[in-house]
């Protein structure tokens, strides 16, 4: 395979910067199962102020957070209503079910965006004998699969209010939740308000190694902690990975438009290319989803041996991610060798 290759798998394979090595390297640490970590403590303290909640808990990746807000906002034999290709249905190795004992109920929404008419049919809230009944509405924003679509702001506040008007807790699978916040021109607390609990990553398009936090009321968090130390997620030492997630924080989210330039422009190159179907103007943030005419597991293979990775999601779609690790030129770059192989996979 040949040398400087170009990762277009995901944005989890973003590296620290130095700036998050060095404050690493140097991290105050203490015992974070006590509470102990001043890092830890102060990265919590500033996550749960930036989405204008009570409080937030550190967790090692962005499954455990979403699985430890499911379990708390639900009992077994209830349903966790979400979108048809939700990371929740189709991600985590069934965990609702083998942890929280719930069934899944999806709902095909529009791109990924759901809508309140769209839920209601599928809920089941009183007097049914023969349904689950529902415990949990779940949305993911920036939606993945569906190609990084962005649930705007209304719709957001729509969806609240109708869990909310059903007595229903709904929690925001915001892995990429400041990509949606950039794409939309407004912050996360805005974005998220009244969401019963959100999750999002550090790892991803804001760089940091490891991390997710899960925000939410003080005691949600509190019971969170406890939820997260039986799935054996109490961490000791771990400021030394917050202090690579403080810089993700205050440094990351302002460079994200960036990422989703970066992918119109792919999505631009993609879109000459005689087999494949994309439209640009689906491109919203830093995931770009397109169909091929051809194999997509042959031509993902093909590209490997030319230097740019992708992930073939079926097989007849690719997926590409950018990030930061992938500037305009090197992603100028993918488009030539994406057009090139692709003519050979006719
Ligand atoms: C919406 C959403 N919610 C949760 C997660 C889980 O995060 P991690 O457990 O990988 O930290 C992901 C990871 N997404 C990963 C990726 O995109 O490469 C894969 C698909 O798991 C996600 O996209």
Redesign the pocket.
């Known amino acids: 395979m040949p040398e400087n290759i170009i990762d277009l ?4 394979v973003t590296k620290p910067t130095p700036e998050m090595r060095s404050a690493m390297a140097n991290a105050e640490v203490g015992d974070d199962v006590y509470s102990e970590d001043p890092t830890i403590n102060k990265l919590e303290a500033r996550a749960a102020e930036l989405f204008g909640r009570e409080a937030s808990i550190f967790v ?7 699985q430890i807000a499911l379990r708390l906002h639900t009992q077994p034999g209830r349903e966790v209503v979400c979108e048809s290709r ?3 249905m ?3 190795m069934g965990m609702a079910a083998m942890f929280s004992g719930c069934q899944l109920r999806t709902v095909a929404g529009q791109r990924g965006v759901l809508r309140w008419k769209d839920i209601e049919p599928a809920l089941a809230t009183s007097g049914l004998y023969y349904k689950a009944q529902t415990g949990l509405v779940w949305v ?1 924003n ?4 569906a190609g990084g679509t962005v649930t705007p702001l209304a719709v957001m506040r729509e969806l609240r209010n109708g869990a909310h008007s059903r007595g229903l807790p709904i929690h925001l ?1 915001g ?2 939740v400041f990509n949606a916040a950039t794409a939309l021109k407004t912050d996360v607390a805005t974005l998220t308000e009244g969401y019963d609990s959100v ?1 999002f ?1 550090l ?2 398009g804001l760089c940091a190694p490891v ?2 936090l899960l925000v939410g009321t003080a005691e949600f968090i509190r019971e969170a902690r406890m939820v997260r130390k039986a799935l054996g997620g109490g961490m000791r030492q771990a400021g030394i990975l917050a202090a690579a997630g403080l810089i993700a924080l205050e440094e990351m989210p302002k460079r994200l438009h960036e990422d989703h330039a970066t992918a119109r422009l792919l999505a631009e190159a993609l879109a000459k290319i005689e087999g494949i179907t994309i439209d640009p103007a689906d491109v919203e943030t830093n ?1 770009v989803i397109f169909t091929t005419a051809f194999d997509a597991p042959a031509y993902v293979a093909a590209l490997k041996q030319n230097g740019v990775l992708a ?1 073939a999601l079926s097989a007849h779609s690719v ?1 590409l ?1 950018t990030h930061r690790d992938v500037d305009q030129t090197a992603c100028l770059r993918a488009s030539a060798i994406l057009a090139n192989v692709a003519i050979e996979a006719h």
Not at 60 to 66: A, E, V, Y
Not at 142 to 145: G, K, Q, R, S
């Open positions: 798998r995901s944005d989890t090692p990746t962005g499954s455990m957070g979403n939700a990371h929740v189709d991600w985590e993911e920036t939606h993945n699969m699978d892995a990429r999750n990553c790892s991803k991390g997710s995931i992930s997926r991610v």
